[in-house]
């Protein structure tokens, strides 16, 4: 079993940064694709971006190429989506997920709460 937590959300104008975190506990991460989705007020949650275990492959929703970095730290357990260039398009609750492979997730955390304003 992993845990995630979820955290560093919060209020930003857009065209501001944020930078989420994702904590793990109960096993280590490294085997695992890392994952974030968002889920918008009334609208169906979607990939956001995916890191490999080794941190050498990323995938990332057309919307944010350019505007956000996934990355990871293994020895921290620990998974990060920088945010820079915010929109109001970007208002959201964000998740951390983990899985096997890109675009499968076995284990989710619990949200974070991202709200751009324009």
């Known amino acids: 079993q992993v845990q995630l937590v979820d955290f560093g959300g919060g209020l930003v104008q857009a065209g501001g940064s944020l930078r989420l975190s994702c904590a793990a506990s109960?096993?280590?991460?490294?085997?695992?694709?890392m994952s974030w989705f968002r889920q918008a007020p009334g609208k169906e949650r979607e990939f956001v971006a995916a890191?490999?275990?080794?941190?050498?492959?990323?995938d990332y929703v057309d919307s944010v190429k350019g505007r956000f970095t996934i990355s990871r730290d293994n020895a921290k357990n620990t998974v990060y989506l920088q945010m820079n260039s915010l929109k109001s398009e970007d208002t959201a609750v964000y998740y951390c997920?983990?899985?096997?492979?890109?675009?499968?997730?076995?284990?989710w955390g619990q949200g974070t709460l991202v709200t751009v304003s324009s």
């Open positions: 997920a983990a899985g096997m492979s890109f675009r499968t997730t076995t284990y």
């Open positions: 890191v490999s275990g080794s941190g050498d492959k990323m």
């Open positions: 109960g096993r280590t991460i490294i085997r695992y694709v």
